[in-house]
């Protein structure tokens, strides 16, 4: 009796393990066509301590199904190399999400991020501490791995990635004497960093921005396929929330705004591209107005169009 019972308790457990999944499905890709003339095997063993340090952690406590890992894409494009372990770059971070009974996934982030240094010796592990900052390849990627469950949150529920927002600002804090630049507020070129995007997630004037995210995409975009009405409505008014934060100007540089332009300017256009003459027309008005430098995009498709 109590050898079944306790092949009842593995077999139980085992299935806990496997229904809690890791929550990212990160595609990670190193690239280094500048770097020329060095050893190219510790660049894919890099690659591969990068893609299992970011996929085979547990960033929360929630229960994830294999299928449904947050899609993304981080792209390290190496372009100097210091003796035989700094190297210097950029990383661009990709986030999707899938729209609900559909086939689209939406783009949610779309960052490129200029200030990429750390050290790498092969083989050594990827450590990262929560309590303090002791490397910064892993602090980086830890960073971003909490924004992109911090926005995903987001757009399922109302301010739903406070706990993952809180935690990478967290790590900033932690970084704020490390001598790598992005974590500081002064070592960024028009406020656009690692420490300003964060402290733009969690200023309350840009909370209209966060609004945004749930209204577009749990109102809107999960709504389209039973009544495209109604969810073009609430899109259209969720863009009233990004107005706000572009007239009341929390600072000159608008850096989240721009995050979110950035990622939405062509879906946008498809959203609307079908609407009625009227809403084209509202929505045109806002997108000139927030992001003028996509004015002629905007015009060709619900002006001229």
Not at 2 to 9: A, E, P, Q, S, T
Not at 255 to 275: G, H, P, S, W
Request: charged share 25%.
């Amino acid at each position: 009796m109590r050898i079944k019972v306790l092949i009842i308790l593995i077999i139980f457990s085992s299935a806990l393990l496997k229904l809690k999944a890791q929550e990212l499905n990160c595609n990670i890709q190193v690239v280094t066509q500048q770097i020329q003339g060095t050893n190219k095997q510790l660049f894919r063993t890099l690659q591969t301590a990068i893609y299992e340090f970011v996929n085979d952690r547990n960033w929360s406590n929630d229960v994830y199904a294999p299928t449904e890992r947050i899609e993304c894409n981080i792209l390290i494009n190496l372009t100097e190399q210091f003796g035989a372990d700094q190297f210097k770059g950029t990383i661009q971070v990709q986030m999707r999400r899938p729209v609900y009974n559909t086939s689209y996934n939406t783009t949610i982030l779309n960052i490129l991020d200029n200030n990429l240094d750390f050290r790498y010796v092969e083989f050594q592990p990827l450590l990262f501490d929560e309590t303090q900052h002791i490397d910064n390849l892993t602090s980086l990627l830890a960073f971003y791995a909490n924004i992109i469950l911090g926005f995903d949150y987001d757009s399922f529920s109302p301010e739903g990635g406070s706990m993952f927002f809180t935690r990478a600002e967290a790590i900033v804090m932690n970084a704020q004497n490390a001598p790598e630049r992005g974590w500081k507020a002064f070592d960024a070129s028009s406020n656009r960093n690692r420490y300003w995007l964060i402290q733009n997630v969690l200023d309350g004037e840009y909370q209209p921005v966060r609004q945004f995210f749930y209204q577009y995409h749990r109102l809107g975009l999960d709504r389209f396929e039973d009544n495209v009405n109604v969810a073009r409505n609430d899109m259209e008014e969720s863009l009233k929330h990004l107005q706000r934060v572009y007239r009341q100007k929390p600072d000159p540089y608008l850096y989240l705004l721009q995050v979110v332009l950035d990622a939405k300017t062509d879906e946008f256009i498809n959203v609307f591209k079908e609407a009625s003459p009227d809403q084209k027309r509202r929505v045109y008005v806002i997108l000139k107005e927030i992001d003028p430098s996509n004015q002629g995009k905007y015009e060709a498709a619900f002006v001229s169009g």
